[in-house]
C-alpha cells in the first residue's frame, strides 16, 4: 500500500505564474488535508476536503489560493499569481473514514520556490 | 502564543542520554498526537494519546498526558544519532467531529551527537 505521493516534490515558479500542487490519498483513504510550512517554523493547517466537499478551509488564505477533491484523481492545490511569501513547503496528509482518533498520514511535501 | 507550544526550542544531547520535551496547548482535546520530521522531510507520526490516558508508551518512547495542566511530555530514551530530527506535537480539538485539522506546536528541534 503506497504512501500519500505528492507531486511535484519541488517546484520553482516566478511571481504572478501559477502553482498547481497534487496529492494522492493512501489507498483507502477518503479525507484529505493541506498544510503550509514556513521555514524554520511548525506546519499550519490550510483545508479540510472529501470526495468532492470543502469540510473546512478557514486556514486558506481568502484569495489566490483553492483547493479541489474531485471524484476521481488527486486532490489539487491551486495556488494564483503567486508572490515570495508563498514560499514555504506544503504538505498533505490523508485519512481512512471512520477513524476515531484522526490519524494523519503525510506525503513528502511539495516546496514550493517563487522567484 | 500558539495551541501546541513545545519546549525547549533545541536540544543537545549525547547518544545514549535521555530526551525530553514538552508540549502546552490551549483548548480542550480528542487526543495529542507526536510527529518527528527529519530535515526537508514530511512527518512520521509516532505516538498518539487520548485525552481519558495518562501515559502510553512504544519501544524507546514515553508519552504522558496532563490534561488538568493542558501538557504533554515526550521522552526518548536511550536516544541514537538517528534520533536527530525537529519533533511536533499536534492535537485534535473536542467537540464536533473526530476529524478535522490538528493543530501543530512550533517543534523542538532534536540533535544527538553520536
Known amino acids: 500500500n503506497a504512501g500519500v505521493m505528492q507531486n511535484p516534490r519541488h517546484l520553482v515558479r516566478r511571481r504572478g505564474q501559477e502553482a498547481r500542487l497534487r496529492c494522492s490519498p493512501m489507498k483507502g483513504h477518503s479525507h484529505v488535508y493541506w498544510y503550509r510550512q514556513l521555514p524554520e517554523e511548525g506546519l499550519k493547517f490550510m483545508v479540510y476536503?472529501?470526495?468532492?466537499?470543502?469540510?473546512?478551509e478557514s486556514g486558506m488564505p481568502k484569495e489566490r489560493f483553492s483547493a479541489e477533491f474531485p471524484k476521481e484523481g488527486p486532490s489539487i492545490l491551486r495556488i494564483q499569481q503567486v508572490v515570495r511569501g508563498d514560499s514555504a513547503a506544503y504538505f498533505c496528509?490523508?485519512?481512512?473514514?471512520?477513524?476515531?482518533?484522526?490519524?494523519?498520514?503525510f506525503g513528502p511535501g511539495t516546496r514550493l520556490t517563487v522567484l | 502564543s500558539q495551541q501546541g507550544e513545545e519546549d525547549p526550542q533545541a536540544l543537545s544531547i549525547q547518544e545514549g542520554e535521555n530526551a525530553t520535551m514538552n508540549c502546552s496547548y490551549k483548548?480542550?482535546?480528542?487526543?495529542l498526537q507526536w510527529y518527528r520530521q527529519n530535515s526537508g522531510r514530511g512527518l512520521v507520526h509516532l505516538i498518539l494519546i487520548r485525552s481519558n490516558e495518562r501515559e502510553k508508551h512504544s519501544g524507546r518512547l514515553r508519552v504522558t498526558l496532563d490534561t488538568s495542566k493542558k501538557s504533554s511530555s515526550l521522552l526518548i530514551t536511550a536516544s541514537r544519532a538517528a534520533d536527530t530530527a525537529s519533533y511536533f506535537c499536534a492535537t485534535v480539538n473536542a467537540g464536533g467531529t473526530s476529524y478535522g485539522k490538528l493543530t501543530f506546536g512550533q517543534g523542538t528541534i532534536l540533535t544527538v551527537h553520536p
Open positions: 476536503l472529501q470526495k468532492e466537499n470543502i469540510i473546512d
Open positions: 483548548t480542550s482535546i480528542n487526543n
Open positions: 496528509a490523508s485519512s481512512p473514514p471512520g477513524t476515531r482518533d484522526n490519524e494523519q498520514f
